[in-house]
């Protein structure tokens, strides 16, 4: 039975998804900057995918220079914010924190990240300059993070950048698919603002690129097009009543959640097909909207599910119960359902044996 009301004002939405990488105030920064060892060879270092110099942001924080700590991480990520709240930190830099060897908490590296770009965000602290243009143009097609990424790198080389993307705002899956829990909207658009401030390059919402012609003009237009396209719609199961009302992609839930918040209505009963991250997130997301029932229905076992632990954990700690070794047959409808007398309303499952 899940724990939280419907949301009916923002204040209601913002309560039921309080953020799980609070933003640390200086005195908690400083106290956990205190705590690295700055290891040598740092294998927090090595476990993250973007290689930021770990122990030097930590100490540039603790001794103050926190605009600097800043620096160090955007010269490796220009999401450093984002990154910061989103990453799977647990599995990634501080799952491989050497305090771990010792039953000692992990430095809270993704907070301190987001403590110090934080600060350099909220001060307009500029550090980049694009450098003299060199006659190149290049076509970004997606704003999500690759697309832009690119553009700052380019943008540094002297390349004129144009980025298209089919939404209203920018960042892709960090605006659009990431629980709102993990990053608010706000924080997003923020680093998005400092980025395009910074880097100049222009964007172009609202402008899919779809059709050869597009292609073919953006290719007399431009020197080169670069494609970040990487948010896709959810697989399809291929079992009837997928069309049935009610039933939606867990891809296309959060997003519509991500930017309509409360105005989203979700009904009493969820059932989520699934077993990846996205599926833990959409579970959670359906719990903290006030489902007061949410089932995790997964085709294999609990060990095989690909989502990380610790995203089971936190579903389940919202009120998820999980069902595995079951397949989706059918999607039925009510009438269907009551009618047939099948164990669960809306879904016909094969236990695996
Ligand atoms: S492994 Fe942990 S203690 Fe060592 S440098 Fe990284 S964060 Fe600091």
New binding site residues.
Partial sequence: MSEFLPPHTESDFESNFSQLKPLMNSTEAYYESSR????YD???VNACPTGID??LF?RQINSDNIFGAAKTIFDSNYFGHACGKVCPTEVLCEG????NHSDVK??E?GRLQSYATAKAIVADKLFYTPAAKNGKKVAVIGAGPAGISCACELRLHGYEVDIFDSKAMPSGLTMHGVAPYKITNEDVLDEMAYLEKQFGYRLFHNTTISAKEDIDQLQRNYDAIFLGIGLGSTSELNIPGEDLENVFGAVEFIEELKIHHHFVSVPKKVIVLGGGNTAMDAASESARMGAERVILAYRRSREEMGAYDFEYELAKSVGVKGMFNVSPVEIMSFEDSVNQKVPFRGFRVKQRH
């Avoid at 690295?36 to 290891?39: I, K, P, Q, R, T």
């Avoid at 491989?96 to 305090?99: L, T």
């Fill in positions: 690295c060892l700055f290891c740092a294998p927090c770990i122990p930590i491989a924190c050497v305090y992990p430095i590296i």
